[in-house]
């Protein structure tokens, strides 16, 4: 299957440089895998498509401030580093620029509290440093790191909490799970009220989610790896609406990916936690959700193809045309469609 395949064109105006004002003013799309038609919705109206006895997985990952600014110790050029993974304790995988001055024993100063030390370098250039605190990690970052907003947002965002969902709680993305945004929590009370379960899944996602398939053949892609947990209670609420006939239905691509990682593992959902590399593309045979609400992706990205599997490519590339004829907003402060 040829990357190719997934490519559309899309004037820059398209792409969403900040979130709507009221997150659930977002438009919502409609698509209906039974007699593929199309409806224009708002997502405050997500609710009227959702049945008593259904399930939501979201994602609550939280996005960490994972993008840091120092300089080598006795040099005052600036040294940007981007957090890509905690690989053990102190140590991270990081994105470093200018990287080929980064090497082994570099010292970076980021500023009185927090210290790295260049201790590995990847096979694909990455680095591993060591950082050096005095008090809690997680706090430090909050203090002087910045949210690593995608490349294709080039406006300054003035509050930091648009970039996160209503339900973040486990730090570890250096990206939203987009599709969660378009939430509040008055919206899922009341969707709770309604009869509808809440699961919570945690996928920390990387960096990986914005880059481009860049073989011309979408099979010899190799996926980033990404780390998932899924707790008892949460796959026993999964299980239950399963075993209920009610629907299993993920809240963006991340909730997707964790679930059909455990089911592949496994040939069930139980409580898991590993680290997933799962390329799911057409041809791909869906083993738990039944429908999916998802943000509108990049051209040739693993996301398209995954949403392409899930309905059909044409029929989605259709959708995208459609999209861009009524205005909407692509990408992560975008709109958001709903496939069932």
Same mark, same amino acid.
């Given at each position: 299957?040829?990357?190719?395949?997934?490519?559309?064109?899309?004037?820059?105006?398209?792409?969403?440089?900040?979130?709507?004002?009221?997150?659930?003013?977002?438009?919502?799309?409609?698509?209906?895998?039974?007699?593929?038609?199309?409806?224009?919705?708002?997502?405050?109206?997500?609710?009227?498509?959702?049945?008593?006895?259904?399930?939501?997985?979201?994602?609550?990952?939280?996005?960490?401030?994972?993008?840091?600014?120092?300089?080598?110790?006795?040099?005052?050029?600036?040294?940007?580093?981007?957090?890509? *993974?905690? +690989?053990? !304790?102190? $140590?991270? @995988?990081?994105?470093?620029?200018?990287?080929?001055?980064?090497?082994? /024993?570099? #010292?970076?100063?980021?500023?009185?509290?927090?210290?790295?030390?260049?201790?590995?370098?990847?096979?694909?250039?990455?680095?591993?440093?060591?950082?050096?605190?005095?008090?809690?990690?997680?706090?430090?970052?909050?203090?002087?790191?910045?949210?690593?907003?995608?490349?294709?947002?080039?406006?300054?965002?003035?509050?930091?909490?648009?970039?996160?969902?209503?339900?973040?709680?486990?730090?570890?993305?250096?990206?939203?799970?987009?599709?969660?945004?378009?939430?509040?929590?008055?919206?899922?009370?009341?969707?709770?009220?309604?009869?509808?379960?809440?699961?919570?899944?945690?996928?920390?996602?990387?960096?990986?989610?914005? *880059?481009? +398939?860049? !073989?011309? $053949?979408? @099979?010899?892609?190799?996926?980033?790896?990404?780390?998932?947990?899924? /707790?008892? #209670?949460?796959?026993?609420?999964?299980?239950?609406?399963?075993?209920?006939?009610?629907?299993?239905?993920?809240?963006?691509?991340?909730?997707?990916?964790?679930?059909?990682?455990?089911?592949?593992?496994?040939?069930?959902?139980?409580?898991?936690?590993?680290?997933?590399?799962?390329?799911?593309?057409?041809?791909?045979?869906?083993?738990?959700?039944?429908?999916?609400?998802?943000?509108?992706?990049?051209?040739?990205?693993?996301?398209?193809?995954?949403?392409?599997?899930?309905?059909?490519?044409?029929?989605?590339?259709?959708?995208?045309?459609?999209?861009?004829?009524?205005?909407?907003?692509?990408?992560?402060?975008?709109?958001?469609?709903?496939?069932?």
């Amino acid at each position: 299957m040829e990357t190719k395949d997934f490519d559309y064109d899309l004037d820059p105006s398209f792409i969403a440089q900040h979130p709507e004002e009221k997150r659930t003013e977002s438009k919502l799309m409609i698509l209906n895998r039974k007699d593929n038609t199309i409806e224009h919705k708002h997502f405050y109206d997500i609710i009227d498509y959702l049945n008593p006895g259904d399930c939501l997985v979201v994602n609550n990952s939280r996005v960490i401030p994972a993008r840091l600014y120092g300089h080598r110790k006795d040099r005052e050029e600036m040294i940007e580093v981007f957090l890509l *993974k905690n +690989v053990e !304790d102190k $140590k991270w @995988e990081c994105l470093v620029k200018p990287g080929k001055k980064m090497k082994m /024993d570099t #010292e970076i100063i980021f500023s009185e509290k927090l210290k790295a030390k260049v201790i590995g370098i990847t096979d694909e250039g990455h680095r591993i440093l060591d950082m050096q605190f005095d008090g809690i990690f997680n706090e430090i970052l909050e203090e002087i790191g910045n949210i690593p907003l995608p490349p294709y947002i080039t406006e300054k965002l003035e509050d930091k909490s648009k970039y996160q969902t209503v339900y973040a709680k486990h730090d570890g993305s250096v990206a939203a799970p987009t599709a969660g945004l378009h939430f509040t929590k008055e919206l899922l009370e009341k969707i709770k009220e309604k009869g509808i379960k809440i699961a919570y899944v945690t996928l920390h996602v990387g960096l990986g989610t914005f *880059k481009p +398939v860049s !073989d011309d $053949k979408i @099979e010899n892609h190799k996926m980033h790896s990404e780390y998932y947990v899924l /707790d008892k #209670e949460n796959s026993d609420i999964i299980n239950n609406t399963r075993k209920n006939n009610g629907r299993v239905i993920a809240v963006g691509t991340t909730s997707v990916r964790t679930l059909e990682s455990i089911a592949l593992k496994y040939g069930e959902i139980r409580p898991d936690n590993d680290w997933t590399e799962i390329f799911i593309y057409p041809g791909y045979e869906f083993k738990v959700i039944d429908a999916m609400i998802t943000n509108f992706h990049l051209p040739k990205s693993t996301l398209i193809m995954l949403v392409s599997s899930f309905y059909d490519r044409e029929n989605i590339l259709k959708a995208y045309e459609e999209a861009k004829s009524n205005n909407y907003r692509f990408f992560s402060f975008g709109d958001a469609m709903f496939i069932n």
